[in-house]
Structure formats: structure tokens, C-alpha cells
């Protein structure tokens, strides 16, 4: 199977800013109609446009969705963004009317103690963290993660990514012990 | 590769699910007896989580300074002028 991430060169920050700043250029002027028309303001453009860049790496990294034109995919993600969020904000709207108090959901809540869980490991172990992303979110070739990280072979590279998933494991799970905040 | 390590490494595959069913099976039952594994697995899949968020902000910062390379350039970028006149 090819990979498409390294179809697009995505490895490096300069890659995927060059994708980015690409695709702004060729679509993010269509977006920005599409939400002018539809009465939206320039910070909706921007932040639904962002959003559909993060679903598009995501996909592209993923390599298991065939996308033959960024361009079409970022400007159908963005208006799907943009119409759902129309929907979100209708509810939202005829809650209000009523009068109604409306709770943080427990998806909402897990989120808030992933976010501190996830500030403490930043600042405890940046290392651990940037080395997992390589893996599971950037998806990168063990090859590169070595060269990238300095470890001499793709084992040792391995090794050293299940080092981290223990590593910050047990961090988290001792945190959650002494913070009533990181636990769900 | 330590015994530890193994573990999560077969978590991972449980998590992912590209373990073979009968082996997930086993690590099913496993995990309905050992709360320690229970607790392991679930931490696991926490950190996966973690992982992504923290992806996804390093993500989102990377594709705002290419939106602030075109709207607060000097000189002034054409598209900038374009989308802006959408909204005035």
C-alpha cells in the first residue's frame, strides 16, 4: 500500500505548512464565500477551515480513506462543519428560549480532565509525549522515528515507544491518585 | 522486549483490534478477572487519547501561523484583501 502521507511529504512541520499554506490559497476564499452567504462571520470561516485541515492530516496520514482531491475534501468537510454547527446552534438557541439550564455532558466533563491530565504530562514528560505523537498521531515509519529521535534501529525505536506508553501510563494513573481532577 | 513491555504491546493489539479473535477472547476473559489489567488497559487507551489531543493542538498551532502568514503580512497578501471584503 502506499503511503500517503509520505505521498504528500507530511513528515516535517515545513511539509505540512507548505500542504496548509497551499490550501489555503487554492479554497480557504470558497470556504469564507460559503460562510459569508450563509451570514457567518470571518472567525467562523477561519475556525471551521482550520478544523477540516485537522480532519484531512488526519485522514491522509491514516492512509485508509482515498482522497484524489484535497481541495474538494477540505471544501466538503468545512461546509459539513459549518452546517452542523447551524443545527448545534438552533438547539442551542430553542434551549435558551425555553429557559433551560443545559448540564456539561460527561463527554464534556472526560474532556476537561483529559485536558489537565494532558498539561501535567507536557510539562513531565515532553520527550514521551513527542515520541507517541510521531507514532499514533503522525503516524510516521518506524525508519524515520529513529533517525528523527536518534535510536540506532527500528527495534530499538519500538522499544523505546512502549518505554513511553509505560512511562507516562503509570504517571497518569499515579496523578489520578493524588488529583480527584484527572479521574473520570 | 521486558514482560512489561510484551503486556502493553498485546494491549495494544486488543485496543486496535488486530489481535486474533481467539486470542482477544482470552484477553477478555483475562481482564474480567485481573483488575490490574482492567485498570492497565484502560489507562492505556487514555493515553492514546491524550496522545491525540496533544497531536492535534501541535496541529492546530502549525496551520495558525500559516493563516497568520496570509492575513497579517507585509505587504498586504491579495487573498487577504479578497476575504476580507466578503465580510465588510
Known amino acids: ?29 470558497t470556504v469564507a464565500k460559503f460562510v ?39 471544501v466538503g468537510v468545512s461546509k459539513n462543519l459549518w452546517n452542523r454547527q447551524a443545527k448545534d446552534e438552533a438547539k442551542f438557541v430553542s434551549l435558551e428560549g425555553d429557559e433551560l439550564s443545559v448540564n456539561v455532558s460527561p463527554r464534556q466533563e472526560s474532556n476537561v480532565n483529559e485536558t489537565a491530565l494532558l498539561s501535567w504530562l507536557e510539562r513531565a514528560g515532553q520527550r514521551c509525549l513527542q515520541l507517541l505523537k510521531a507514532f499514533y498521531y503522525d503516524k510516521k515509519p518506524v525508519a524515520s522515528i529513529g533517525n528523527e529521535f536518534g535510536y540506532k534501529s527500528v527495534h530499538t525505536a519500538a522499544v523505546a515507544k512502549f518505554k513511553c506508553l509505560e512511562k507516562l501510563r503509570d504517571e497518569a494513573k499515579s496523578q489520578s491518585l493524588s488529583y480527584e481532577d484527572f479521574t473520570e | 522486549m521486558r514482560t512489561s513491555l510484551n503486556n502493553l504491546k498485546h494491549a495494544e493489539n486488543f485496543i486496535e483490534e488486530t489481535m486474533p479473535k481467539p486470542e482477544a477472547l482470552v484477553f477478555e476473559a483475562k481482564m474480567i478477572v485481573s483488575k490490574q489489567l482492567r485498570d492497565d488497559v484502560r489507562w492505556q487507551k487514555k493515553i492514546y487519547s491524550i496522545v491525540q489531543s496533544f497531536g492535534r493542538r501541535i496541529l492546530r498551532k502549525e496551520i495558525s501561523l500559516v493563516h497568520d502568514e496570509i492575513f ?3 505587504p498586504k497578501h491579495p487573498l487577504k484583501e479578497r476575504i476580507h471584503k466578503l465580510f465588510n
Open chain 1, 1 to 29: 500500500m502506499v503511503c500517503v502521507a509520505s505521498a504528500y511529504k507530511l513528515e516535517t512541520a515545513a511539509a505540512r505548512q507548505e500542504l496548509f499554506h497551499e490550501l489555503y490559497e487554492s479554497s480557504f476564499y
Open chain 1, 36 to 74: 459569508a452567504v450563509n451570514g457567518g462571520s470571518f472567525e467562523q470561516a477561519k475556525d471551521i477551515f482550520q478544523e477540516a485541515l485537522v480532519v484531512l492530516y488526519e485522514k491522509l496520514v491514516d492512509g485508509k480513506t482515498e482522497i484524489l482531491s484535497p481541495e474538494a475534501y477540505v
Open chain 2, 72 to 74: 497579517n503580512p507585509e
